[in-house]
């Protein structure tokens, strides 16, 4: 019944003493919330996805024969007559990772039982990933009108197209996602429907959206920056 | 324990993370913005990339927190992921050598 309390007495010990009596002794393994526990497994699941989109992309890279197109010019904005390469990517970063910030902070004020906090910061965060998503809606239709396709491209090596949409629209689905699911629990926060429950589904939803971010991260440096 | 833990945590903690992970971000652009090449953009690239990573997981999810008992549950399986980054890296470069082999005009 009380879920947001240790579960279990037992979880005592620290280190590896403690790991071999959670897993040996007659209990259940995991002293966390089962939500919680669940989620961990699901982004494991999604962690082997995207680590396999990003292993056939390098792949292909490697493989290409023809040279791979400019990447941080084709994502380079003129600002006031200046070019800056990679500038798109860079702002879009810069969203991600605060928006990251903003629902680190929303599941400190949850647990402390500050609604109104945890609700504010987490439409803030929400707001930040769909702008995240708009910016990316931009970078598609950029590159779809400039003759980029899953098939070719103006550039070079066709293999760009494919893994270019394959990768980056399978994260802006996790973006949008989690928009949404960030969306229905803030305003279940706000209704008040886990004053009994407690507050780990903030956690729970924000370990999710800290890992769109953290793929992010990965993407930036292995399809932006090589 | 993680929820004892994560109510304890003062909020200049998360911004302190955020404005780590914006200057490696920052760094990781300049590395790219000043066009530097070979095995250092590499080094460097991977090196932020690492530590950004780590700061997520380690304080924005709360791992280093958790009992050992899920860590490993979450980190060893992604050893099965590294090797087939190894696996794939031989592999690419094998397709390319072959290719050169036989598509190669002379």
């Known amino acids: ?39 961990w497994i699901f982004l494991l699941s999604d962690t082997f996805i995207f680590s396999i989109f ?19 010019e084709i994502f380079a904005l003129t600002v006031g007559g200046v070019h800056l390469p990679l500038l798109l990517i860079a702002i879009m970063t810069f969203i991600l990772i605060t928006s990251s910030g903003t629902m680190a902070m929303a599941v400190n004020y949850a647990y402390r039982g500050d609604r109104r906090r945890t609700v504010i910061l987490m439409a803030i965060t929400a707001v930040l990933g769909a702008s ?4 990316q809606a931009f970078e598609w239709s950029k590159l779809i009108h400039e003759g980029v396709r899953p098939w070719g491209n103006p ?16 994260h802006g689905l996790h973006v949008s996602a989690g928009v949404i699911y960030l969306a229905i629990i803030a305003r279940k926060v706000k209704r008040g429907d886990y004053e009994k429950k407690g507050y780990a589904i903030v956690e ?17 440096a292995f399809f932006y920056l090589w | 324990m993680s929820d004892t833990a994560s109510e304890q945590h003062p909020i200049g903690i998360y911004l302190k ?22 095995y250092l953009r590499w080094t460097l690239i991977i090196i932020f990339m690492l530590l950004k990573a780590g700061l997520i997981v380690a304080i924005f999810m709360h791992f280093q927190w958790e009992r050992l008992a899920l860590k490993y549950t979450l980190l060893l399986p992604t050893v ?19 290719r050169h082999a036989f598509f190669d005009p002379g």
Request: charged share 10%; with cysteine; hydrophobic share 55%.
């Open chain 1, 1 to 39: 019944m009380k879920t947001a309390e240790p579960v279990n007495s037992d979880y005592t010990q620290p280190g590896v003493s403690g790991m071999v009596s959670d897993w040996g002794a007659d209990k259940q393994a995991f002293d966390v919330p089962w939500g919680k526990l669940m989620m």
């Open chain 1, 54 to 72: 990003l292993t056939g992309y390098m792949n292909v890279r490697l493989s290409a024969t023809e040279p791979w197109p400019p990447v941080s």
């Open chain 1, 132 to 135: 995240f998503v708009g910016l």
């Open chain 1, 155 to 170: 550039w070079g090596a066709a293999q760009f197209g494919s893994a270019f949409f394959m990768i980056t629209g399978f």
């Open chain 1, 204 to 220: 729970i939803s924000g370990l999710y959206w800290h890992f769109v971010d953290l793929v992010w991260v990965f993407i930036f």
């Open chain 2, 17 to 38: 993370i955020w404005l780590l992970l914006f200057a490696l971000s920052a760094c990781s652009y300049m590395v790219d913005y000043f066009q530097l090449q070979g």
């Open chain 2, 80 to 98: 099965a992921v590294m090797v087939l980054i190894a696996l794939m890296l031989i592999e690419g470069d094998y397709t390319f050598a072959t």
